[in-house]
Nanobody, 125 residues
Framework: QVQLVESGGGLVQPGGSLRLSCAAS????????MYWVRQAPGKGLEWVSA????????YYADSVKGRFTISRDNAKNTLYLQMNSLKSEDTAVYLC??????????????????WGQGTQVTVSS
C-alpha cells in the first residue's frame, strides 16, 4: 500500500551538499505532513525535519538547522531534503516517513506511520 522510495544519497566530503528525494505513493500525499528521519548504525530513528501539507511551514532538529532545507512538490508526490555544509556526524541512512495520522503533529514526533528503505549518506574525507 504505502510506498516511500528514497534516492540521492552517496559519498560526499565534509562541507559538501546532497539533495535527497522521496517518491511517495499509496496514500494521499498532499493530506499528510511529512518527515525526514535518519538512522546511524546501532541507533534508532532520529527525527531530522518536518513539513506541513502545503509546504508553508518547516521544522528542523537543532543539529541540522541552518544547513538542511525540507521541501515538497505535491503535484509530483515527492519530498526533498537539500543538505548543505555536510558534517561527518550527518552520516546515516536517511528515510522519509509519514505521521501516524492526518493532522498537525507534535514535534519531535514520538513515532511514525510508514517509512521507506532509506538512502545511505556518507560524509567522509
Amino acid at each position: 500500500q504505502v510506498q516511500l522510495v528514497e534516492s540521492g544519497g552517496g559519498l560526499v566530503q565534509p562541507g559538501g551538499s546532497l539533495r535527497l528525494s522521496c517518491a511517495a505513493s499509496g496514500f494521499t500525499f498532499s493530506s499528510y505532513w511529512m518527515y525526514w528521519v535518519r538512522q546511524a548504525p546501532g541507533k534508532g530513528l532520529e527525527w531530522v525535519s518536518a513539513i506541513n501539507t502545503d509546504g508553508t511551514n518547516t521544522y528542523y532538529a537543532d543539529s541540522v538547522k541552518g544547513r538542511f532545507t525540507i521541501s515538497r512538490d505535491n503535484a509530483k508526490n515527492t519530498l526533498y531534503l537539500q543538505m548543505n555544509s555536510l558534517k561527518s556526524e550527518d552520516t546515516a541512512v536517511y528515510l522519509c516517513a509519514t505521521p501516524r495520522r492526518v493532522g498537525a503533529p507534535r514535534l519531535p514526533p514520538p513515532d511514525f506511520g510508514s517509512w521507506g528503505q532509506g538512502t545511505q549518506v556518507t560524509v567522509s574525507s
